[in-house]
């Protein structure tokens, strides 16, 4: 039986979260793996709510016979969450806890409202992706629900906590699910590293990165911008229409980083496959779940076997299947990390 599964609405919470259950971890992209740890993204995050009820029952169906149920939720409450939620209440016959909560990364609760590094979550430009403009947790949650929402503990369907300001309280509301007796609970990666903790597991293998790297970015997510900026000081870091200057670098032996809007450029993704199967560069760092995602289809890729990597909020493994396969990788999602966050992975890479 497996022991977790872990259910995202992108590829990058998937990873960020699987990655926290450590040795034997592993993302699937295609269909049924065989772990104790499995991750799958249902891809839901700009679906409608509808539409994102019917990927997650069918998620359920494909993958059976496991002891947790971990949903993870984007940590800015983005998405279909009362939604995807609902769907996992009325297929599994079961009431859910969760707190979108990361204290590592900002994101903590006090008094029902969720803060983003010190600011309301209305107040940042995340306002812009949610089913409601509001900064208090359940409020979000039922713009897509239709069951019972409320604050733990009580006779709702889906409850969470009112303050968790920091990891101690975090831990807090664990040992509360798991002493009720809980198997299925929500949150960001934050609450995972609890469950994961209570689970006794084991550190993945680390990744070691190797030269030429390759940055790989379609978030235009100000936390990564201000990364590339101090990136740029280092090394090439090249905007749209800049492939041929990338191959050059790549060609050379140099680290070299790709930044563009993924939305307004949804052809450039293909021509970066191209680039990474002709060129083949030691490692790749991809920023932005829908970025990552597509990439991985391009390229083949079966899943990800997740590995270790000492900075918080990544993600890091090595590519299964394909072309590209035992490929190390790292993901980041758009928001985290801090303005020194890609220097210092380019700074570990192994000469």
Not at 159 to 186: C, N, P, Q, W, Y
Not at 253 to 269: E, H, Q, T, W
Not at 329 to 346: M, Q, V, Y
């Amino acid at each position: 039986m497996m022991k977790v599964l872990i259910i995202a609405d992108d590829l990058t919470g998937a990873l960020d979260t699987t990655s926290k259950f450590g040795k034997g971890s592993v993302v699937s992209l295609r269909g049924e793996v065989s772990s104790d740890f499995v991750g799958i993204s249902t891809d839901t995050r700009l679906l409608r709510p509808d539409e994102a009820r019917l990927r997650v029952r069918d998620s359920l169906k494909r993958f059976s016979g496991w002891h947790y149920l971990y949903k993870k939720i984007d940590s800015t409450m983005r998405g279909n969450v009362g939604a995807e939620f609902d769907e996992i209440c009325e297929s599994s016959g079961v009431r859910i806890p969760f707190t979108p909560a990361y204290p590592e990364q900002g994101r903590i609760v006090r008094e029902g409202l969720l803060y983003v590094r010190g600011r309301l979550l209305e107040e940042t430009d995340y306002v812009r992706e949610l089913p409601k403009c509001s900064s208090d947790i359940l409020e979000i949650v039922k713009a897509t629900s239709r069951l019972r929402v409320g604050y733990w503990y009580g006779e709702q369907d889906i409850m969470t906590f009112r303050d968790v300001r920091d990891r101690s309280e975090l831990s807090r509301a664990f040992r509360l699910i798991e002493e009720s007796g809980f198997k299925v609970m929500g949150g960001s990666a934050g609450l995972a590293m609890e469950l994961s903790n209570f689970l006794g597991c084991e550190k993945a293998d680390y990744v070691e990165l190797y030269n030429p790297l390759l940055f790989i970015s379609g978030s235009t997510n100000e936390v990564t911008l201000k990364q590339l900026e101090r990136l740029s000081e280092r090394m090439e870091v090249l905007s749209d229409g800049s492939l041929d200057l990338a191959r050059k670098n790549l060609m050379e032996g140099s680290s070299v980083a790709i930044s563009f809007d993924l939305g307004s450029s949804l052809s450039r993704i293909g021509k970066i496959a191209e680039l990474l199967l002709d060129l083949r560069p030691g490692s790749l760092v991809i920023i932005g779940g829908e970025t990552l995602r597509r990439l991985l289809d391009l390229l083949g890729a079966s899943a990800i076997r997740i590995g270790s990597y000492p900075e918080e909020g990544l993600a890091a493994g090595w590519i299964v299947g394909g072309p590209m396969d035992g490929t190390p990788l790292i993901s980041k999602a758009g928001g985290f990390g801090d303005p020194e966050t890609l220097l210092r992975i380019l700074s570990r890479v192994r000469r």
